[in-house]
DNA sequence: CAAATTTTTGTTATATTATAACAATGTTGA
DNA sequence: TCAACATTGTTATAATATAACAAAAATTTG
């Protein structure tokens, strides 16, 4: 089994975290675009935990760090961040996930754990062209794949 | 190119109505669950097009024909005809299409033109499971699958 | 550097989507 | 017919998301 998906048990979430803002400061310094303040705690409020986090529970984080911003101000810095690839929307929940990965092939597949709430992901991109090349068949010329899995996690199933 | 996932120009959409509807009563007999008065309106409403409609604007398709229920209760008959696979719930738009099949071999994959609106269907069984079996690999048991694609349809890229 | 321009954020209000709780009605089967 | 269950109605509210415009901060330009 591949471990690299999900976060387990002796998951060091703190390096974790350090290392996904790293990162997503790298990414927009290159990209030219601005990781403000606002946008950078919005980010790490999502990047807080595995889970599916909603915009309302974000500023609930945010509060208990004594900032608390108006929800336009969230759903923009969430805009922000899905532009950026720095966090997904998961369109099943109506909440949102920071991506652990560096970059995507194409668009993220999620799996999303209905035990304890874990989402992950993986590129599947040899999946969802196949995906694609059967749209096609259809007529229909895709550009975008929502692609949501929801199951149940190895530590969920005991098999870790 | 294959023509039967999406209704084209010369689609007579009352016989195709006509049909979803006979087709639906079938299978809610055959299943033993009662499609109601109520439950068939929304069904009627949702089956009005091939287009992503919203629940409140199932109920004002619905006030045009003289009945205007609350949300709760297109709520509720969306509710059923989703568990009984008459409509499915597009998850990335927050708004639902009626299927078109007659039976899904498993998770329903649509396609959303951007252009013209359009929702189609097709099974995609073999591409699903590849998906799933990937998912196996990083221990992740899938269950249910949210597959939605965006782009254009045929008919709107001059393809027809 | 200062003024002009653009981007970002704040503020206030509201739109859109979805559900809770309980009463009333309809259906089924003994 | 009555009891049990399923469905719908009624009222209220929760949860998610955006609009419009003002203020502030950053960037560009002269």
Redesign the pocket.
């Known amino acids: 089994m591949l471990t690299d998906a999900f976060p387990f048990t002796r998951h060091d979430h703190a390096r974790c975290l350090k290392r996904l803002l790293g990162r997503a400061d790298e990414m927009c310094a290159r990209a030219g ?2 990781l ?4 950078r705690a919005v980010l790490r409020a999502v990047a807080g935990s595995h889970r599916a986090i ?4 974000i500023i609930d984080a945010m509060e208990r760090d004594g900032q608390k ?5 969230v ?3 969430l ?2 961040l899905v532009t950026q690839g720095l966090v997904h929307k998961i369109e099943s929940r ?2 949102f996930v920071a991506c652990c990965h560096g970059e995507h092939a194409g668009d993220a597949v999620l799996m999303i754990c209905e035990d304890c709430g874990v989402v992950a992901e993986m590129d599947a991109g040899a999946e969802l062209t196949a995906l694609n090349a059967r749209a096609e068949r259809h007529g229909f010329h895709a550009r975008h794949a929502v692609t949501e899995l929801s199951g149940i996690c190895g530590a969920c199933c005991g098999d870790v």
Do not use: E
């Open positions: 675009v601005r403000t303040k606002l946008r909603g915009a309302y529970d911003p108006a929800p336009i101000s759903y923009r810095a805009d922000f109506n909440a």
